[in-house]
């Protein structure tokens, strides 16, 4: 039997499985990385740290396995940038995460450009795209004297990846994440040259661009014990889409991860974004390009974890189930996750957390059952858009990512969309994708049709009167605008200007005091001075 080495390489950790050809999970391995948070809202990662974690990773899979991989897939954080040296393969600076919002202001002044960089690309000016970051870190002296001298490169963290698991021979990205950089061309597939001078990126530090089910070289010996070919690259989101079967026009899934991304294949047809949709690159049944309609809600996952991790409140994030569940209802209280700024369908980066509906009631299983069900209400609210703006009618929804192992959520889900909701037996479809490709270009499966076949699914079907549902997302919009609203509110009174701060005033001597009450009485000069002083 063949198998297949997948690497999952994500925002809290990199997933490693290995996979024989009859889709069962022969070894697994995982290792978190550390996030770095220099200042309110900057997220950044260390890439060397990336690559030891995610070797570590990897090992840990093939020695459970007892088996020796014949390809590598490789799927990704998507629009997290990375910049090192040519010759000495030392990264330049942090990796800056998809999460950082430090271009918020820049991403501001290109608003005039919305339109032509929205044709090119399928995406909207934002910080959540790594255009902007990349411009951030080439305006550090260092970083754009070894750019100026030909000695720079830059990529997504498959591009990374790629680069030292080669030991330095390839230097290659695929359409997927190539596609999320707001650099390409996603109707030529190609990177554009106006938007690299828009952005002031040098086109030549960028990564060649190779089809997603491919070659990207073999590793070097020493990683692995021999050397084992590349064949599959995808961002993780195109990768779960691909994961799940959603390989034709009018198939879709959403994922719960870190965020949530709900993307629906639209095949061959370059969709249109608009509505807070982008459009994207994804993949059909054999890896090479296809194209999809995408909804980014940046936070899902995430705050499950900041409930446990910054809150205190939960022991673990299975715990948010339970407490979830001891509630009949809400009581009113609902969570707008914007802890990095809202994504679809608003696009507000200042936005910011807000949880309303507070009372001397609420408790520890109220914040966790309005973090989850913030999760099924954006989701909710995008596929509606989605089945809209793609002229389809969605009869279900397949579903995958950590969260989705929550039953609670899932039903809820199904509840408030109304049509059944499909959870594959492998959760980890994201790293399932990019086995997918990898294994489909490397003669492990045939197509994803053999591919797919592997799978098994467990169906939620709605159980809440559809009025109901109606009225839970009706309050979770009100939740929303008040979000939106203490986000866009300066603090000032409209068309009222900024009271100015009052000078501190130093007690006068009598004498001086005399002096100003004479001037008071004295008639007005004619002289100019005077009477610019008498103003």
Known sequence: MKYVLSIDQGTTGTTALVLGADGKVAGRGYQEITQHYPQPGWVEHDADEILERTLIAAREAISSSGVSPDVIGITNQRETIVVWHRDTGKPLARAIVWQDRRTTERCAELKNKTTMIAEKTGLRPDPYFSATKLEWLLKRPEIAFVARNGRLLAGTIDTWLIWKLTGGRVHATDPTNASRTLLFDI??????????????????ILPEVRPSAGDFGKTVTSFFGKSIPITGVA????????????????????TYGTGAFLLLNTGKTVPKAGDGLLATVACDDKGGAAYALEAS????????QWLRDGLGILENAAESERLARSLESNDGVYFVPALVGLGAPNWEPKARGTIVGLTRGTGRPHLARAALEAMAYGTAEMLTVMAKRGKVTFESLRVDGGASANNWLLQFQSDVLGISVERPDMIETTALGAAGLAGIAGGVWKDATEFIGTRQFTRFAPMMPPESAT??????????????????????????????KRKSVRAKSPKAKSQKARARKSPPSKSKTARGRSR
């Open 471 to 500: 009225a839970l997302r009706g309050e979770w919009q009100r939740a929303v605008r008040a979000a939106l609203v203490w986000a866009r509110d300066t603090g000032e009174s409209e068309g009222k200007k900024p009271k100015k």
């Open 297 to 304: 809600i940046f936070v899902a996952g995430a705050a499950i």
């Open 235 to 254: 961002g993780d989101q195109q990768a779960a889409l691909f994961g799940q079967g959603c390989c034709g026009p009018g198939a879709a899934k959403n």
């Open 187 to 204: 109707q030529r597939l190609r990177w554009s040259k106006e938007l690299c001078d828009l952005f002031h990126v040098p086109v030549e």
